[in-house]
Nanobody, 115 residues
Framework: QVQLVESGGGLVQPGGSLRLSCAAS????????LGWYRQAPGAERELVAH???????NYADSVKGRFTISRDNAKNTVYLQMNSLKPEDSGVYYC?????????WGKGTLVTVSS
C-alpha cells in the first residue's frame, strides 16, 4: 500500500520560511518523479514544483526563486523549502508521486501565511 505523509505546515508571517516534508512508503521511491501541489480555498489544485527521478526540477512562475524542491532517496522523502512566503502562498500543500501504476497523493498539510 502506497502512503505519502506530509508534514511541516503551519502559521508563518509574511517573509518567513517553512520546510515541508513528504515521506513515502510502499513504493519504489527513487524511480519516480514527485510533485508538490497546493490548493487555496475556492481554487483549483495547482502544481508548485516538480522533481524528476534524476533530480531535474521545475517550478510554477509564482514561486521561482523562493521555493526549492529536493529529494532524499535514502529516506524516501521529498522536501519543499519555502522562503519569502507571501499570503497568496497559503493553502493546503499536497505531495504526489508519479509511477507506472498511477499517481498517489498525500492528505496534505496546511500552510497559512498571515500577520
Amino acid at each position: 500500500q502506497v502512503q505519502l505523509v506530509e508534514s511541516g505546515g503551519g502559521l508563518v508571517q509574511p517573509g518567513g520560511s517553512l520546510r515541508l516534508s513528504c515521506a513515502a512508503s510502499g513504493i519504489r521511491f527513487s524511480s519516480n518523479s514527485l510533485g508538490w501541489y497546493r490548493q487555496a480555498p475556492g481554487a483549483e489544485r495547482e502544481l508548485v514544483a516538480h522533481i524528476s527521478s534524476i533530480g531535474n526540477t521545475n517550478y510554477a512562475d509564482s514561486v521561482k526563486g523562493r521555493f526549492t524542491i529536493s529529494r532524499d532517496n535514502a529516506k524516501n522523502t521529498v522536501y519543499l523549502q519555502m522562503n519569502s512566503l507571501k499570503p497568496e502562498d497559503s493553502g493546503v500543500y499536497y505531495c504526489a508521486i508519479f509511477s507506472m501504476t498511477g499517481t498517489y497523493w498525500g492528505k496534505g498539510t496546511l500552510v497559512t501565511v498571515s500577520s
